[in-house]
Every structure is written in structure tokens, then in C-alpha cells.
């Protein structure tokens, strides 16, 4: 990637550590990430994703490091960060005593927003939540929940969205509207950083930062980081595939070996190693070549992460 | 899979201890409910054991002396021997000591007329005049039939040889007793005032104190603090629908203590208003305080009562606050509702303005900032 100016630059961090109780939950983190991009944020359970937010936002305070977001300084221009970022927290953190109007007006209102009113009859609008307006926020289902929220949070137009897990139980139709409209941000300029667990998530975005238990792993396209992590791989359908796949798990030359439905996915760095691998294993099953998935890479680099502590299996 | 083992004998004994132990366990995590635990009881044996004085001593007296002679100085003695009163100063006009019991620094004034002892010789049987501040009828009902003991024996000294003809009863002098603010000794005009600051303290307390843990508890808190929203814009936008209220339940509670228990208000209106407001503020400050520090909404609650129970019981509501011990009368100026209470009965029964009141009034202004201080530094405007 080229350095890009600093103006193109929304989240610039360096270093940034968190530390709780003695656990470190964020390692070193430096993350430099384009204005006016979709960056998923992505990484196993615990891995320090919800704290990096958090930090970038202001609403925690980094152990050691520094940066800045939108410019601003991440340890000394809260405020104006707070301003100008939208945070979408993972859990539905509007009031659900407050009718839908009722919650926009007050986020218009804390923002300063000239015609409060106005805005939120606006955003109801914009979000087809005209029936449900004088509805309590706490009786929406899910996926209205989830429309509400990022319809508060881009309310007063931020420059930065900060999305955590936010199509967490939504179903697939609601899933895909929802990045509709985040790419539509992304074309009016907005910067958004989105985590998920969600791989067709991931492969939205149009970048990739990966991190595991505070590291940051990987960061690029889906296809920089599918070609970085330089595996290989096959799928293989047969007949006893459990058997199989619990015999390749103890290969130590086989990196990753998971079940995707009826066949099982195996994949290796060394492509000879795994030629290799298949030709043994031949008897009873087929091995078909295959191009790793951004799945893969992910699997292949949380078990890098762990030191080899353990397959995926 | 085996089949389930069939139930052994004792089993209900091993899952009531699994729950007794998990019960155990979970109560030493929480350290405030076991705090409540020891010091509810704690304060309640020592205030009922030791503070609570229905029959109270040493309450502050002034004299108002305008005359000099023997019998006066006797007259003052064996009152001071009675132990009931603790002449705290001489109030050198009727004004003066008006003010002194408006302000509360005086529950008696003692007035010894011009030639008291000249009139008692030439047996013209001069007057003293003796004001109580009945407001609190328990509190004052010990000195009263303490002075008429006093007075039967006062002069037995000075009248002996050609003036042991006055030491007769009747005493050869009058003594005029007003009972001021109360003179029929009614406890309703006593407990209304004092009930409007303990129903206000309670009802406002746990308003404010669920506020920010209730944010907490509903992940709210969360959006909140990512927006552009200061500690301080928070806290006054939490208490002022609370002062509202506030201003209504006062409204329901003075009309009934007018209507139903025919309690005056013989001060300003308007001044009985305004510090009560100050009143309610300053309690929604503590909850306030409360809610910044309590994790949970349960916690918000115990710090509420562990407020409200000394509130009640060391304020003078329940108890003569002048028959408490000196520990308990510093922790009960500590509170605001100690505050109230005299102002209150002040303003409602005696007429006090904001002259008289000035202690405290600034008491509970103080308090109210420090409250509200203590909780804009407390409040967390990270989730650190």
C-alpha cells in the first residue's frame, strides 16, 4: 500500500496497549486506516476488538501508545472525537423505555443539532421506520433494533463510524440491507471500522485488519491477506471423512483441516508437503485443488497465534 | 450413555448445602450487604441505647437579667441546679432574645424584671417571665416542671429572719410560663414538619440514586458516554425532573399537613418553599453521589438507607436533638435533614426568616456542593 497523505488518514494509532488486571487485552497495536473506506475488524472472541474500539473512541484509556482519530488526539481531544465518531455499541444500548422519535430527538439534541424535531422525522423517515415512530424502542425486534441503532448513530453525521458486532443475531435479508447502507456511507466519505466474526462480512469490507489476543495479524484486501497467508489447499470428499480429518489433524505438516459440509478443507503452507499429504491419503477419498478461503486464512492465522497450541479441527 | 444414577438418601441434604454454600459464597463477594448487615443493627443499639434522651439536659437558656439583686442571682442558680438548663449567654434586649430562639441557640429565655428583688421584699409579688420554644413538646416538658420545682425553693436562703414571712406558698413571686409556637404542647406540630424532610429524603434519595446505575445496568451508559456530553450537563439533567417532583410531593405533603393536621405556616411562604427546594436538591445531590459510586442498582439502594437510617433517628425527628450525646449531635450536623427539621419548624412553627436561619441555610448549601462536587469528580467518563 502507498502512504496516503495524512489527510486521508482517519485512524492513526501507534502502540496502543490495554491492559486489565494484569491481562494484556490489546499487545502493541498500530493501525493506520484510509478516510472514506469500509475496514473490517476482525479476530476471535477476547481478542481485544470491543477494547480497541472503545480506546479509539475515547470511552477507555490506553495503557501505553498514542494516535489520533479524525486528526484529534485519542488522549487529549475526546470531546472533539466524540463529536464527530458514531459508536455503535454490540449491545442495543438505546433506550428502550423511549419511543424510536424520542431516542432520535435526544441523540439530535445532545449533538446540538439545529432542528432536533426535524431530524428525527428525517432519519425515520430514511430508515422506512415510519409505523413503528411512536413505537417503544425495547418492543423492535432484532433487526429493527439494529436499523434504530445505526440510525442514531449516523444521525449526526460522523465522519468515523465505529460499528461492534453490529448484525450480531440479524437475519441474512436484514444483514445485506444493513451493508447496503454502509457502503453507501463509504460513497458519501464517511470512514467506518466494523468488527464481525461474519467471513461474507469480511470479504464486504474493503479492507482487513486482523487481530488475535492483542496482536494485529494481518491487515490488507481479502485477497492480500488470503495470499499472505500463503496457503494451500484442497477439498477432499470421500467416504469416512471424520476418520480422515482426525488423522490429518495429528500431520504436523497439515496447517488447518476443517469440515465444510459433506467434504473437509486441508490446507498447508509448503504446497509440496501437502502434495505429499494427498498422495498418502489418496485410498477412498478425492482431493480436489482448491483456493484457500479468507476463512482459511483466518483459521490458519488464529493457530498461528496460539503458537500451534492446537489444530482447528 | 449410562443411565442416571438412581437418587442416593440425603440427596435433598446435599443440594440444600450446594445452595447454602453458593449462598455463603456469594455473600462474602458482596461486601456492602454485609456491611449493611452489621451496622444496621450496630446503629440502631447505639443510638437507641445511648442517644435516644426523651427527658433532655442541659438545654441552652438566655437570661434576659435586668435586675441585679440576691434573689435574682439565686433565682438563676437554682434553675442552673436543676441541670435541665445551660444558660448560654445574656441577651441584652427582648430582640436579641427573640432571635435566639428563632435561631434555634436558645429553647429558653429566662426575663428577671427591673427591682425583682426590691419587689419581692415589699411583697408586690413580681413576675418572671419564662418562654419555652415548645415546638418540640418532648423536648422541653423536663425543664418545665423543672423550673416550678426550682422556683418553690429558690429563696430559701435570703428569706430568713424579718422576711421568713414570705417563704410561704404560695412563693411570694409570680411565674408566668409561655409555652411559645405550641402552647397546647400538640406532637402533630412537631412531627408534620419534621415528616415532610424525612418523606422528601427518602423518596429523593432513591429517585437519584438509581439514575446513573439503572445506565449502567441497561448498557446505556455506554452510547451515552461516547457522545459529546459533560458529566456536569448530565448530573443537572438528571436531578431537575427529580426537583420537580420534588416540588410536588412537597405541594401534596403541606397540603395535608394544612388540611388534615391543621399545622400553620406562620413564616414566608415563600421562604418555606424556596429551602425546602434547597432541601431536595441537596438530597438529590447525595442520591446523585450514590448512583456514581453503587455498581449495581441494589448497591445504590443499601447506600440509600444506610443515609436515610441516621438521617432519621440523629436529625431531631424522632428524638430530641439536645438529648443526644455530643458524638451524635456532630454526625446529625453532618446531615442535611438535621438542617431541615429547624428550618422547617422554624419557618412553619415559629416564624423564622432567613436571618435566623442563616446556619442552616448555608449548611445545606454547602452540603449540596459538596454533594454535587463529589459527585461530578466521581462520575466515570470512561468505562476504565
Redesign the interface.
Known amino acids: 500500500m502507498n502512504e496516503p497523505p495524512r489527510d486521508d488518514i482517519a485512524i492513526d494509532v501507534e502502540g496502543l496497549t490495554k491492559i486489565f488486571d494484569g491481562k494484556t487485552v490489546v499487545r502493541n497495536l498500530t493501525l493506520r486506516l484510509a478516510r472514506a473506506r469500509i475496514h473490517g475488524f476482525l479476530g476471535p472472541n477476547g481478542s481485544g476488538k470491543t477494547t480497541t474500539i472503545r480506546m479509539l473512541c475515547g470511552l477507555l484509556t490506553p495503557d501505553a501508545g498514542r494516535g489520533s482519530c479524525l486528526g484529534y488526539d485519542i488522549l487529549t481531544q475526546r470531546e472533539q472525537i466524540r463529536r464527530h465518531v458514531g459508536y455503535m455499541t454490540q449491545r442495543f444500548s438505546l433506550y428502550e423505555d423511549l419511543t424510536i422519535t424520542e431516542n432520535l430527538e435526544f441523540v439530535a439534541r445532545i449533538y446540538g443539532m439545529p432542528d432536533p424535531q426535524g431530524a428525527a422525522r428525517g432519519a425515520i423517515v430514511r430508515l422506512g421506520l415510519q409505523a413503528r415512530a411512536h413505537q417503544l424502542a425495547g418492543q423492535l425486534s432484532g433487526g429493527w433494533k439494529q436499523r434504530l441503532a445505526l440510525g442514531a448513530c449516523v444521525l449526526p453525521e460522523p465522519l468515523l463510524l465505529l460499528l461492534d458486532e453490529p448484525t450480531a443475531g440479524v437475519d441474512p435479508k436484514a444483514r445485506r440491507d444493513f451493508w447496503d447502507e454502509i457502503h453507501d456511507f463509504a460513497a458519501q466519505g464517511m470512514t467506518v471500522l466494523v468488527s464481525t466474526h461474519y467471513m461474507d462480512e469480511a470479504e464486504r469490507c474493503h479492507d482487513i485488519a486482523y487481530i488475535a489476543y492483542g496482536d494485529l495479524l494481518a491487515q490488507g484486501t481479502a485477497e492480500e491477506i488470503i495470499d499472505a497467508s500463503g496457503l494451500h489447499t484442497f477439498t477432499v470428499t470421500g467416504a469416512d471423512l471424520h476418520a480422515l480429518q482426525r488423522k490429518l489433524g495429528e500431520d504436523k505438516r497439515v496447517e488447518m483441516v476443517a469440515p465444510f459440509g459433506a467434504a473437509l478443507h486441508v490446507a498447508a503452507r509448503e504446497k509440496s508437503a501437502l502434495d505429499a499429504v494427498a498422495d498418502e491419503n489418496r485410498a477412498g477419498y478425492r482431493w480436489t485443488p482448491d483456493a484457500p478461503t479468507l476463512e482459511d486464512a483466518f483459521i490458519a492465522l488464529m493457530n498461528g497465534a496460539h503458537n500451534g497450541e492446537g489444530k482447528a479441527a | 450413555m449410562s443411565a442416571p444414577a438412581p437418587r442416593k438418601r440425603g440427596g435433598a441434604f446435599r443440594r440444600f448445602a450446594a445452595v447454602f454454600t453458593k449462598e455463603l459464597i456469594q455473600l462474602s463477594r458482596d461486601r456492602l450487604t454485609f456491611a449493611t448487615m452489621l451496622f444496621i443493627p450496630l446503629v440502631q443499639l447505639l443510638l437507641f441505647g445511648y442517644a435516644i434522651n426523651t427527658d433532655p439536659k442541659n438545654l441552652p437558656a438566655q437570661i434576659i437579667m435586668q435586675d441585679d439583686s440576691a434573689f435574682a442571682r439565686s433565682f438563676v442558680s437554682a434553675l442552673a441546679a436543676t441541670g435541665y438548663f445551660n444558660f448560654s449567654g445574656t441577651a441584652r434586649s427582648e430582640e436579641e432574645a427573640d432571635h435566639a430562639i428563632l435561631a434555634n441557640k436558645a429553647q429558653f429565655l429566662i426575663q428577671i424584671p427591673a427591682n425583682f428583688g426590691r419587689d419581692l421584699v415589699r411583697g408586690q409579688k413580681p413576675a418572671i417571665l419564662v418562654v419555652a420554644d415548645a415546638t418540640d413538646p418532648t423536648a422541653t416538658g423536663g425543664a418545665v416542671a423543672a423550673i416550678n420545682g426550682a422556683a418553690a425553693s429558690a429563696f430559701s436562703r435570703e428569706l430568713v429572719g424579718p422576711l421568713a414571712r414570705l417563704q410561704q406558698s404560695p412563693p411570694p413571686f409570680d411565674l408566668r410560663i409561655q409555652k411559645r409556637f405550641n402552647p397546647a404542647g400538640r406532637t402533630q406540630l412537631n412531627i408534620v414538619p419534621g415528616l415532610v424532610g424525612t418523606i422528601l429524603t427518602l423518596t429523593m434519595l432513591i429517585f437519584t440514586a438509581l439514575s446513573v446505575t439503572r445506565e449502567i445496568e441497561?448498557?446505556?451508559?455506554?452510547?451515552l458516554?461516547?457522545?459529546?456530553?459533560r458529566p456536569v450537563e448530565i448530573m443537572l439533567g438528571k436531578i431537575a425532573p427529580y426537583a420537580l417532583v420534588g416540588a410536588l410531593q412537597m405541594t401534596i405533603i403541606m397540603l395535608a399537613a394544612i388540611i388534615l393536621f391543621d399545622v400553620p405556616i406562620i413564616g414566608s411562604v415563600l421562604l418555606f418553599v424556596a429551602l425546602t427546594m434547597l432541601f431536595i436538591i441537596a438530597n438529590l445531590s447525595v442520591g446523585y453521589t450514590f448512583s456514581t459510586v453503587a455498581r449495581n442498582q441494589l448497591q445504590a439502594m443499601q447506600m440509600s438507607f444506610f443515609f436515610f437510617l441516621p438521617s432519621m433517628l440523629l436529625s431531631g425527628f424522632l428524638f430530641p436533638f439536645r438529648g443526644m450525646p455530643v458524638w451524635a449531635q456532630r454526625i446529625g450536623e453532618i446531615l442535611p435533614l438535621t438542617h431541615y427539621m429547624r428550618i422547617a419548624r422554624g419557618v412553619m412553627l415559629k416564624g423564622a426568616g432567613v436571618n435566623d436561619l442563616s446556619f442552616d441555610i448555608l449548611a445545606l448549601g454547602a452540603f449540596t456542593l459538596a454533594a454535587m462536587g463529589l459527585a461530578v469528580a466521581r462520575f466515570r467518563q470512561?468505562?476504565?
Open positions: 441497561r448498557g446505556t451508559m455506554e452510547t458516554l461516547a457522545m459529546p456530553v470512561t468505562l476504565d
